[in-house]
């Protein structure tokens, strides 16, 4: 018996094999499976729509022809999600979704990166910290800026496995448990 994890991971591995390598391709099925997470586990419908024994298969799987349509996923993403149906299988959605995103970023070496500031700063400093962390990355990044003023000085960059913090409040809280 497969864990739910490797089930998963399979899934995704298979699902990235299939897919068209153009952005376009492997964006637009990222979201829609997130779409079809947030729809499983926030409507209570829908996870019986897809979990019901007395709905038709074919039900299922044109609902999700016409969802995948909205968002213009390729068709060879439909036979993962086919296969995710016959085992009843679409609770690993959020898990998929995890997995996908890091698969996509190694495939086109690129990262979703959030940089923290304690405050604003010009265009060209937020440049250089990008310039210097994708560079030690090896890929590019889309980065979103946002701000916390709790940070005090210094910055903080995250992405799905890599984080920099050179804030001035951590390097407090350093002082404050070993001692100076």
Partial sequence: MHSRKEIARKAVRLLVRRLPKDKKSLIS??????????????????RNFFVSP???????????????????VPSEALEVFDYLLDINALSLLPEMKRLYDHEVEKLMKMSKGFLYLAREID???????????????????????????????????????????????????????HGG
Wanted: hydrophobic share 40%; proline share 1%; no cysteine.
């Fill in 29 to 46: 099925t990222g979201e829609f499976i997130n779409f079809l997470a947030q729809l499983y586990r926030k409507s209570r419908d829908a």
């Fill in 123 to 177: 265009g060209r400093e937020i440049e250089n910290i990008t310039g210097v962390i994708q560079k030690a990355l090896g890929r590019e990044l889309e980065i979103e800026v946002s701000y916390d003023e709790s940070l005090i000085g210094g910055f903080v960059f995250k992405t799905s496995g890599f984080v920099v913090d050179t804030s001035v409040k951590r390097q407090l809280e350093k002082l404050l448990v």
């Fill in 54 to 72: 007395f709905v038709p298969k074919e039900k299922k799987v044109a609902l999700l022809k016409e969802i995948m349509g909205k968002y213009e």
